[in-house]
């Protein structure tokens, strides 16, 4: 599989290996063969298995002659020298917008140049065989321990900063008007202010360490400090309410203490929400990758990603009230029998780590949830009518139960919905 001659260049040694099917997630991209994918799971991740993940790194370096069996492992190294060859290489260029670097399965994608193409580049003409030459120093990758990578790992990849917000940045309010300019969105209805209100709970490492409820109609920005770095102003700061990451000090774990810092550096700018009777809408601005779940989220089955500063919808109210309509429905026709769950009404946002995937939340370093103060309301209200002892009241809850219940929702009330015994939850 591997030939030893070394005289060979790695574009015909690389393009036989595609060829020959042998290496899991090494595949053409397209039917001219142009364009191919190159896995590239990183060694931190939970389900990396070195034979698989790393076999076509092993492959280049037994190649080169820079491993042989009985060495040492070292797939860090293994990667590190076939990407500085291929990016070294005038044979290759990488497609960055083809590549998929935050799924479970991540890739990258090369483009095989022309011949033609090279001899119009400067400076290409002696570079017949530019993949002997070695990494520096700076290059090699260093080990790590699994979390410190994940750590390393939580920034957005460099065109994701590039992504900007057309038209009117997001909340840029009138002053005392307290109306949303959100381009496409409604603005803030004043009647419905329960929804503008959102219960917000910290969780480190599956512990919650704080509980908030947040009083501004204009949403309110989660970071680490009231003002954005290098005095940066990108909307208007006063209206919003500023709501801080707790200290990591609640963390029993010296080790998990450490690396929850250290992803505190990442998410310095944060991220802005806002809440009306529609939904809930969230925009991260910070550079950590920020993944979350809830009624709107696309995938169910894969870590749903925030892009950098683009509004996304994750709760849609509307959605949620048809669910819990069929959910009491559903309490009258099973006769006191309760059946099936009450519909999800949290937002659960993963702060640095893939999420929803294999690992239980509960081992996640920083999660958020975030619930509309309404909706708790109307849960509540909805649980406690349908309750068994009170069925035989209530035969026809789409007439009338729901109207009263928001009603009664969108009424201000001062007791507070915090629970001691609170539990974090998907």
Not at 376 to 384: D, I, M, N, P, W
Request: hydrophobic share 30%; with cysteine; charged share 25%.
């Amino acid at each position: 599989m591997c030939d030893r001659n070394t005289g060979r260049r790695l574009r015909q040694w690389l393009i036989e290996q595609i060829d020959s099917g042998y290496y899991s997630g090494l595949v053409w991209e397209n039917d001219e063969k142009s364009l191919f994918r190159i896995p590239w799971k990183h060694a931190g991740k939970q389900d990396y298995n070195q034979e698989v993940d790393a076999s076509i790194f092993k492959a280049w370096a037994v190649f080169k002659g820079k491993f042989k069996e009985g060495d040492k492992a070292e797939p860090a190294t293994w990667k590190t020298r076939l990407r500085c060859a291929l990016n070294k290489s005038p044979d290759f260029e990488e497609v960055t917008e083809r590549s998929q670097l935050d799924i479970s399965e991540p890739y990258k994608v090369y483009r095989i140049v022309p011949e033609e193409e090279q001899k119009g580049k400067p400076g290409c003409a002696n570079l017949n065989d530019a993949t002997d030459m070695e990494c520096s120093s700076t290059e090699m990758e260093t080990s790590t321990d699994e979390y410190l990578t994940i750590i390393k790992r939580s920034p957005s990849p460099a065109k994701d900063t590039c992504q900007k917000q057309t038209g009117q940045d997001w909340w840029i309010y009138p002053h005392n008007t307290g109306v949303s300019a959100m381009d496409g969105y409604p603005a803030y209805d004043p009647i419905s202010h329960g929804f503008s209100q959102m219960i917000i709970q910290f969780f480190y490492s599956g512990k919650l360490v704080s509980h908030i409820t947040t009083t501004r109609p204009e949403g309110c920005r989660i970071s680490l400090s009231q003002h954005l770095p290098g005095g940066e102003k990108v909307y208007d700061m006063e209206n919003l309410e500023n709501i801080r990451f707790p200290s990591a000090e609640y963390i029993a774990s010296e080790r998990q203490k450490q690396i929850t810092r250290k992803l505190f550096g990442h998410l310095d700018r944060g991220v802005l929400l806002y809440s009306n009777k529609e939904g809930v809408f969230i925009k991260r601005l910070c550079q950590g990758r920020v993944f979350w779940s809830g009624n709107c989220m696309p995938y169910k089955d894969r870590p749903n990603k925030l892009d950098r500063d683009e509004i996304v919808k994750i709760f849609d109210t509307n959605m949620y009230i048809r669910d819990l309509q069929d959910w009491m429905a559903l309490q009258v026709r099973s006769q006191g029998q309760s059946q099936g769950r009450i519909p999800e009404s949290r937002i659960t946002l993963c702060f640095g780590e893939e999420f929803p995937d294999a690992t239980p939340l509960q081992l996640k370093l920083i999660i958020v949830q975030i619930e509309q103060l309404g909706v708790r309301q109307l849960t509540e209200e909805a649980v406690k009518s349908y309750s068994s002892a009170s069925l035989h009241l209530h035969q026809d809850p789409q007439m009338d139960q729901i109207p009263r219940i928001i009603s009664d929702a969108c009424t201000p009330h001062q007791r507070s919905f915090y629970r001691e015994s609170q539990q974090i939850t998907v």
